[in-house]
Each structure stands twice: as C-alpha cells, then as structure tokens.
C-alpha cells in the first residue's frame, strides 16, 4: 500500500472516530439535558449566560475546523498521489535530490 493511501486511511478513520465521538457527546448531552427537565426547576433561580452554549459552539467550531482539515490533506494525498503515478521519473529524482540537501544541510554541523 503506497504511503499516500496509508495516510488517507488513517485520515479517513480518523473523522469517523471524531464523528462516533460526537455522536456520544451530543448523546451524553441529551440524557443529561432529559434529567434536567425531569428533575423539580428551582423557583426563583438567577439567569445566567450558559457556559455549556458557548463551549459547545466553540467545541463545534474546533470540529469543523479538523473536518475541514482533514478533507484538505486527504484531498492533497490523494492529488500527490496521482501525480506521482503520472510522473514516477520526475517523482524519484525530486525525491533524491530532496534527500541529497537534506542531507548535505545536515552534515554540515560545525
């Protein structure tokens, strides 16, 4: 398996772990919210901003953010990877050259 459909795989269980996750919390949340409806309201309680709002909108917004991300770097293995089968030539020597700088920066440690 080349390392470019690897890393989409892992990409790709990666967001449906996320997703299991987010289906748990919001499932979490709705029993909790269920218990509280259940439970006798206290009479005269002050009103207060709700912090699990905004951290919830915050935590959804983080989770967008790593969704979008990891669309993004799938979509760029996989775009890398058809351009490697396309140019395998190109691919390896780019590779190699890459490699020989990488290793004559490094070498030089005086």
Do not use: C, W, Y
């Amino acid at each position: 398996m080349p390392a470019g459909d690897k890393l989409t795989h892992e990409l790709k269980d990666l967001q449906e772990d996320l997703s299991t996750s987010e289906r748990q919390r919001q499932a979490r949340r709705r029993a909790r919210s269920a218990a509280r409806h259940d439970a006798p309201a206290p009479e005269a309680a002050p009103m207060e901003p709700n912090e699990d709002t905004a951290s919830a909108s915050e935590a959804q917004e983080l989770r967008e953010q790593i969704h979008e991300f990891l669309d993004e770097a799938t979509e760029f293995f996989r775009e890398a990877d058809k351009n490697i089968a396309a140019h395998p030539t190109a691919s390896v020597v780019g590779a190699l050259v890459v490699g020989i700088l990488i290793g004559r920066l490094l070498g030089r440690r005086h």
